[in-house]
């Protein structure tokens, strides 16, 4: 779905209302503060009063839409580029396609990023796991950073499986037990081969499912059917749109860039991801 078919598809704020109506209810409203399905249509302001608590809601209400003054036909164009750009949107770009503010912008990302959150299905098959550093360039004129493992930037680590979908974490600190934990949450381990390099962080992997390795290290990157490359790609998309797109992102928001990212790479070959994002944002 981009630009041109959401202007044709969703000409009016009562047309997305519409689609929003068929999306989350599918037919049969149903009030979001007791769950009733008792209740009335309001057409003329596009709500429904609810004869069970004698409250009134819009299809909005309990989303990332609610109490937004801004007609929902940008907010499906925001929908749109978000899910279409392959390395990522900034706010200011969002504020010119929008004619927004910039803050705005930043308001409506967040909130839709905040909506593309990983389903929680664990990973199976062969499976990479690996890490990698996020933060900028040291300022010039000062002290050079360590690069790898020893670096003071934020570390972020992934699991991928081979021709599937991807996970990533933002991780204050690295070692084995908290490597370990993570990939226990994001992998199906009776039914994965994990793929890693030879950090010894992921030592611990030995005991409980097949785990190969790469040594990087020796400039080894293939051993058999053994390679990190998968998940390496997905940190180069990651990294590309970072460094071209949003410039610095903090700590604070540094994991729901990571999810929209994940997104996208998840459903890259899913001709409805724009529905799909749809749905997420209204819970539907």
């Known amino acids: 779905m981009n630009i041109i078919q959401v202007y044709a598809k969703f000409p009016s704020h009562a047309d997305c209302i519409r689609h929003l109506e068929k999306v989350r209810w599918k037919g049969i409203p149903r009030c979001p503060y007791c769950q009733s399905v008792k209740t009335s249509a309001m057409p003329k302001e596009m709500r429904h009063h609810c004869n069970t608590c004698n409250t009134t809601f819009s299809v909005t209400v309990q989303t990332i839409f609610h109490n937004s003054k801004l007609d929902l036909q940008k907010w499906f164009l925001a929908v749109a580029l978000i899910v279409n750009a392959k390395k990522g949107l900034s706010a200011r770009q969002l504020a010119r396609d929008l004619e927004v503010n910039k803050n705005t912008a930043w308001f409506m990302g967040m909130r839709i990023r905040k909506a593309l959150v990983d389903s929680g299905e664990l990973l199976r098959g062969i ?3 690996d890490e990698t550093y996020i933060g900028g360039k040291p300022r010039k004129g000062g002290p050079p950073r360590k690069r790898g493992r020893g670096t003071t930037k934020t570390p972020v680590v992934g699991a991928v499986e081979r021709n599937g979908n991807v996970k990533a974490k933002v991780m204050v600190w690295l070692d084995s037990k ?3 934990n993570l ?3 994001s992998v199906d381990l009776k039914q994965s081969i ?4 030879e950090f010894k962080g992921y030592s611990r992997l030995a005991g409980l499912t097949i785990h190969k390795t790469v040594n990087h290290s020796a400039g080894e990157y293939v051993k058999g059917d053994a390679h990190t490359n998968t998940i390496e790609g997905f940190w180069a998309l990651l990294k590309r749109g970072i460094t071209g797109q949003y ?3 903090s700590l604070a928001y540094l994991q729901k860039y990571i999810d929209e990212f994940a997104f996208r790479y998840n459903n890259r070959k899913n001709a409805d991801i724009f529905e799909l994002a749809l749905a997420k944002a209204i819970g539907g």
Do not use: F, P, Q, S
């Open 178 to 180: 908290r490597l370990t």
């Open 127 to 129: 499976v990479e796991v």
């Open 247 to 249: 410039h610095k992102v």
């Open 194 to 197: 994990i793929m890693t390099d």
């Open 183 to 185: 990939i226990r949450g």
